[in-house]
């Protein structure tokens, strides 16, 4: 029994500061995922509008439940370069201790730290806009800035498109996924795993040859992708337009131009000859592809061996 009176106490006060401890925690996590929340939001706004940045990451931040309360703390940072690169959101909370008073303990703050950054599409964690769709183009003048083009499916010729396999893909198994966040090289240092316009035909392979994917399991992959892009394009309420696209809009999209001639059928290679930048529409219940035409890339290597630098940028969370 002495033992006893003598450990119970012990033992209660490390539950009861195990549970303040816990209140901690969960105030942490609340803080953390509000931070970053609110730093990828207001990043998608750099390099061009700061100000803009820093309004929309104090706004995210408050509708993740900080700042309604003069307990908590929002400063929001921004890189003080001419073309800044950066977001930092510190999200501060005092929280009161309900055990910890017995042992004169009033509250503590909880810190947490959200900092994102822009990159081009090439560059940044989980893809790119590329996505693995051949429009059909034997030249670079297929198609006219702002044309709304309706791309049909299972069919070759002006005008439509088939599901490719790109270098580093796992045929069907990897459509939605790719299409979804956009594909990058698996190595950028090997001349076969990059997009290049092709320049001497695709008979015996080479760089600029894409395979191509036919079949309809490949179809409503692709088709669940572009949905699940059109949806974070909904999500993050950027206001833009094909006329004036804000370069993280999953909407902006880059497609391969390629030449169908004397294709027809699954896992056969077709060069490419071009890039097309779009503006993704939808689909309809034909599987038929909705873009907008906003400009073509007719030649060259992609920069850095992944995929043309148009300008595209994404906000990404960074240490």
């Avoid at 309900?98 to 081009?120: D, E, P, Y």
Wanted: some cysteine; hydrophobic content about 40%; overall charge negative.
């Amino acid at each position: 029994m002495v033992l006893l009176g003598v450990v119970l106490p012990v033992l209660l006060g490390a539950v009861m500061l195990g549970t303040d401890f816990a209140v901690l925690y969960y105030n942490w996590s609340i803080l953390q995922k509000a931070a970053d929340a609110a730093a990828l939001a207001g990043a998608v706004y750099l390099p061009g509008s700061p100000e803009t940045a820093i309004s929309v990451a104090n706004n995210y931040a408050k509708m993740n439940g900080v700042g309604n309360s003069r307990a908590d703390n929002i400063a929001v940072t921004v890189d003080g370069s001419t073309t800044p690169q950066w977001v930092q959101v510190t999200l501060t909370r005092s929280v009161p201790y309900s055990f910890g008073r017995a042992m004169g303990l009033t509250s503590a703050t909880v810190q947490a730290i959200g900092k994102a950054t822009i990159a081009t599409s090439c560059e940044a964690a989980g893809g790119s806009h590329f996505l693995p769709i051949g429009v059909d183009c034997t030249t670079n003048d297929c198609y006219k800035p702002g044309q709304v083009i309706t791309l049909a499916q299972n069919q070759v010729g002006p005008g439509d498109w088939g599901p490719l396999s790109l270098p580093g893909m796992s045929g069907v198994s990897d459509m939605e996924n790719v299409t979804h966040y956009g594909w990058t090289s698996p190595n950028p240092a090997d001349p076969n795993e990059i997009l290049t316009v092709n320049s001497g035909g695709c008979s015996n392979g080479g760089p600029g040859c894409v395979t191509m994917q036919p079949g309809q399991g490949s179809v409503t992959k692709i088709e669940a992708g572009v949905n699940e892009r059109l949806q974070d394009s909904s999500s993050m309420a950027l206001g833009d337009s094909w006329q004036n696209p804000n370069p993280a809009d999953p909407c902006v999209a880059e497609l391969p131009m390629v030449d169908y001639t004397g294709v027809n059928g699954s896992s056969q290679l077709a060069p490419i000859t071009g890039f097309a930048e779009v503006w993704l529409l939808g689909t309809d219940n034909q599987n038929n592809l909705r873009v907008v035409f906003i400009k073509a890339v007719s030649s060259g290597n992609i920069p850095g061996g992944t995929c043309q630098n148009f300008g595209s940028t994404k906000p990404v969370l960074t240490d």
